[in-house]
């Protein structure tokens, strides 16, 4: 399996913005798609996206719809969320997760292979 780390995570005011990065070890990232989930505190883990193994597609959860955008760089096996006017309910630990796939495909949902410890990110009034 492949080893998954976040980082980016932050204090930011409402509004603001934050761009996290999922740097993955190993060789198979490039051949992996990428998801991006958090969880907040007393919720159920949430889907924020995806983006297929190439880069070309994307997906997002309605929460996060044109304010937060996916985004990879196969050659330095990191994969970036970029979290723009964000709101108080954006606060949460923010995970990255990837898995094989056999085509460039989206993983929309849950069904992923590594994940990662997660990030925090605290959005404040």
């Known amino acids: 399996q492949v080893q998954l780390v976040e980082s980016g995570g932050g204090l930011v005011q409402a509004g603001g913005s934050l761009r996290l990065s999922c740097t993955a070890s190993?060789?198979?990232?490039?051949?992996?798609?990428m998801g991006w989930f958090r969880q907040a505190p007393g919720k159920d883990l949430e889907f924020v996206g995806t983006?297929?193994?190439?880069?070309?597609?994307?997906f997002y959860g309605d929460s996060v719809k044109g304010r937060f955008t996916i985004s990879r760089d196969n050659a330095k096996n990191t994969g970036y969320l970029q979290m723009n006017n964000l709101k108080l309910e954006d606060t949460a630990l923010y995970y990255c997760?990837?898995?094989?796939?056999?085509?460039?495909?989206?993983?929309?949902?849950?069904?992923?292979?590594?994940w990662g410890q997660g990030t925090q990110v605290t959005v404040s009034s």
């Open positions: 997760a990837t898995k094989v796939v056999t085509g460039d495909m989206m993983v929309i949902g849950y069904d992923y292979d590594s």
């Open positions: 190993g060789r198979t990232f490039g051949s992996a798609a």
């Open positions: 983006i297929t193994r190439s880069g070309s597609n994307t």
